[in-house]
C-alpha cells in the first residue's frame, strides 16, 4: 500500500478494461488519478468505485488526438490536484484487424494511428512542462508486443504501437536531464472488453493463444501491476525501456 502516496496520475482510456483497472490499483496505492476517456457515464462509474473504496480520482472526457483536450486535461489536473506526477497513455484502439490488407482505408489507418500514436506524442508534450517543475515524473506509453513483432493482420495496429516503441526511446532519451522517465509497456493477448467487442473476437483470441508460451491471455491486473511498477519510484532507474508482458510470446 501507498506505493503512490502523493502522487498524482492522469490515465487516459480509463472508462473500462485496462484503464479502469490501472486507476483503481493506483487509487489504492495512494494517488490521485485524474482519468479520461470519450465515455462520460462509464468514466463517472469508475470515479464512484475509486470514491468508494476510499480513493480520490476525477474524470474528464478527452479525445486523446486533440491537442486542445489535452491542454484542457493537464490544466484540470494540475487546479483540482495541484500537480502531475504520472502520465500512463493508454488510450488505443485496435482498427480494422480481421480484413485483408488491400481492403483497409486510409481513413481507418490514420484515426487508429491518431488515437494510439499521435495522442502518445500530444500527451507527453503536455505534461512535460509541469513535470519539469516538480524536478521529474513519469510517464508511461502503453505499447504492444504488435510494437515488437509483425503480425498477420492490424497493420495499422503495429505501425501505431512500433511508433510507440520508438518514440518513447527518444522521448526518453531527450527528457532524461530533466528527470521525466518514458518508459513503455508491452501487453500480450489481454481478455478486455475491446478484444471482445472486436470483429472475429474468437478468431483473433484463438490464434493469440495458440502462439503463447503460457497458453492463456492475460489478466488486466498483470498487465497493471507492470504499469504500477513504472509509475513508482521502485523504477527509478529505468527510462527508454520495454516492459514486456506477454505470456513468452516475444521469446518464441
Keep these: 500500500m501507498n506505493r503512490l502516496e502523493n502522487k ?9 478494461g485496462m484503464g479502469a483497472v490501472e486507476a483503481k490499483m493506483f487509487a489504492k496505492e495512494g494517488a490521485k488519478v485524474l482519468i479520461t476517456d470519450v465515455q462520460e457515464e462509464k468514466l463517472k462509474g469508475v470515479v464512484a468505485e475509486i470514491i ?18 489535452w491542454k484542457e486535461v493537464a490544466q484540470k489536473a494540475e487546479a483540482t490536484f495541484g500537480k502531475i506526477d504520472v502520465l500512463v497513455n493508454n488510450a488505443g484502439i485496435l482498427g480494422n484487424v480481421m480484413s485483408p490488407l488491400e481492403d483497409r482505408t486510409v481513413e481507418e489507418f490514420n484515426k487508429v494511428i491518431a488515437v ?45 504501437k512500433g511508433g510507440s516503441r520508438i518514440y518513447t526511446k527518444g522521448a526518453a532519451v531527450e527528457l532524461a536531464k530533466d528527470n521525466i522517465r518514458v518508459n513503455s509497456v508491452h501487453p500480450g493477448y489481454v481478455a ?12 483473433f483470441e484463438n490464434g493469440a493463444l495458440s502462439i503463447t508460451p503460457m497458453g492463456r491471455g492475460a489478466k488486466l491486473e498483470e498487465i497493471a501491476y507492470g ?5 513508482t519510484d521502485e ?4 527510462t527508454g525501456s520495454e516492459l514486456i508482458i506477454d505470456g513468452g510470446l516475444t521469446a518464441l
Design 8 to 16: 498524482v496520475a492522469i490515465i487516459t482510456g480509463a472508462a473500462g
Design 52 to 69: 468508494a473504496d476510499g480513493g480520490i480520482a476525477d474524470y474528464m472526457v478527452h479525445d486523446v488526438s486533440s491537442e486542445e483536450s
Design 116 to 160: 494510439n500514436l499521435l495522442g502518445q506524442f500530444i500527451g507527453v508534450k503536455t505534461v512535460v512542462p509541469y513535470m519539469r517543475k516538480l524536478g521529474g515524473g513519469s510517464i508511461i506509453n502503453i505499447s504492444s508486443v504488435g510494437g515488437i513483432t509483425g503480425s498477420s493482420n492490424g497493420t495499422a495496429y503495429t505501425a501505431s
Design 192 to 203: 478486455s472488453p475491446m478484444t471482445k467487442d472486436m470483429k472475429g473476437a474468437q478468431d
Design 227 to 231: 504499469v504500477l511498477f513504472l509509475a
Design 235 to 238: 523504477s527509478s532507474f529505468m
